[in-house]
């Protein structure tokens, strides 16, 4: 395990579990060049079996497509066990859980959503693919509160087009179109069509048009397509439901038509724009010159390495940097390693570097940090949080753009160094589109058998911390004594930091015409490309200690609130966490207690695991008030849905 996780581990730090499923668990890390938070999927190649093939349709689908509402895939890492997917990280969580939390949306909010979910799968269609699992737990909340699609491993790319019929009966049975079910053959993106209209409809009601604990019941309703039509829904949204729910796939609404139906347009002055903003193939020029800097090569080199798109370490560093600059923050690199360390030389002596290509000084510099840029209203409303009415639309228009900029002074987490060479590679024997083969990863080596003894594990036996964090390897060698107080080498650190004109992102070759003509002391701060903020991030990182571990004694974890928290009436953490513990066995919940955090499972009447999630009590900063933080691991959305709304109502919290 420790072999497999250490190419993972020279690029990201590991931290806690975000989601597990049937062959894959999800964890958060951070980027160790960015510092920015990502999503790692890990699989195990043998436990995939069979299922192999549909994670290597997962990678290629998201090579293939970038849009503002589709997860970007960022790294793809292969070794001789494992399979490690590095995505962009949705701090909101599920769709599912935001339903949850609202009960049901707005037809307002309902339509904001609604136009993004047609937006990604519109784009997805026009790219030859049918997505074939859209559910509300596909479909996560970034931080700008915005909709990525994710999970592509049942896509499917019809050789012959969209309108090439498709055979394989797969996706989530409460949203899977009646044709499937029936074991017809169909065209893909009317199956995705009907998918759209139960999520729609289960964002507009909270619960599922057609629903029931026996699957085959379930179907039954499905093919019926009979539903209750709630009184508080408008015309124009019970029109839009009842044209995407119709049983017979050539009577339902099609894409084209879904784009500028009355009801998405309401409020909006135009239809939904389904045209990616990050086209592949566009080059950023700020990314590419920290790039081209930090890695010692020159910028047509660089350009040229990141247009390859192999998903490996240079298109993540890439792809993260554009994440920032889009945010509002510094396009900078973080130094983990001496081998990649930036050398402290102001921008008037690095022009003599015969490695880096300037070769462009009519470069002006116009590369603002900014969040994305829009080209007309509309597609501004799309990322209005709420009521995005055309008066709103305007009000946002006219907002200045706030200056954005990052504080230096943060401490990292110490880092592991890896002692060892790994012989594992970067997207080994990946499938590369247009090649006919049907085995395209490389299985994992045979063992030689030996005689076990199995022993029956808890299934939330926690990992050693060795596998999960790293330690921090210094790269500076041995430390020279320090005459001066180190409070006054940080004030003179930020004095000099503070010289710089700008707290925009600039292209370096900016600062290099600039570095020319001018010479007071004010534009020589600005010269330093980010000498001084590295040299004091490092200062900072040998003088700040470890974090210590948070023990049950230290209370709960604070946290801001959150769609998957439910806040409580009771000021005392004690007293929740003993309730819910009172209630879970009558549930027929096992757990394990780990601090106040509860792990929970249920199990099938012939012992296989249906369930997992996590119930969580913590201390809300605002309000002040106890939470229970609610995590599904696995299982049924909707099931987890009622279990864990029937545990709260049966606790007295």
Known sequence: MAVDNEELLKHYELQETIGAGGFAKVKLARHKLTKEKVAVKIMDKESLGDDLPRVQTEIEAMKNLSHQHICRLYHVIETAQKIFIILEYCPGGELFDYIIAKDRLSEEEARIFFRQIVSAVAYVHSQGYAHRDLKPENLLIDEDHNLKLIDFG???????????HLKTCCGSPAYAAPELIQGKAYIGSEADIWSMGVLLYALLCGFLPFDDDNVMTLYKKIMRGKYNVPKWLSPTGVLVLNQMLQVDPKKRITVKHLLSHPWLIQDYSCPVDWHTRYPIGHLDEDCITELSVFFKRSKKSMSSLVSEWKYDKITAAYLLLLHKKNHGKPVRLFSCNAEHSMPSTPLGELKYKSNVNYENP???????????????????????HFAATPQAVERARCRSLKDSSEDNLRSFSKTKHASKKSENKENKMLM???VKTDDHFVHPEAKTPVVKSYEKKSLFTPKENADIHCKAMISCGKATPIKRDTNQLFSEELTAISFSPERRTRSL???LNQANGESSQKKKGAKVFGSLERGLDKMITMLTPNKRKKTFKDGPRRIKAQYNVTTTTMLNADEVLNEIILVLPTKRVDFVQKGYTLKCRTRSDFGKVTMQFELEICQLSKPEVIGIRRQRLKGDAWVYKRLVEDILSSSNV
């Open 362 to 384: 009519e470069d002006n510099g116009h590369y603002v940090c900014r969040s994305v840029e829009f080209t007309d209203e509309c597609a501004l409303s799309e990322h209005l």
């Open 432 to 434: 590369k589109i247009n």
């Open 509 to 511: 070759d900016m600062d």
């Open 154 to 164: 049942l896509c499917a790319k019809p050789k012959g087009g969209l309108n090439y």
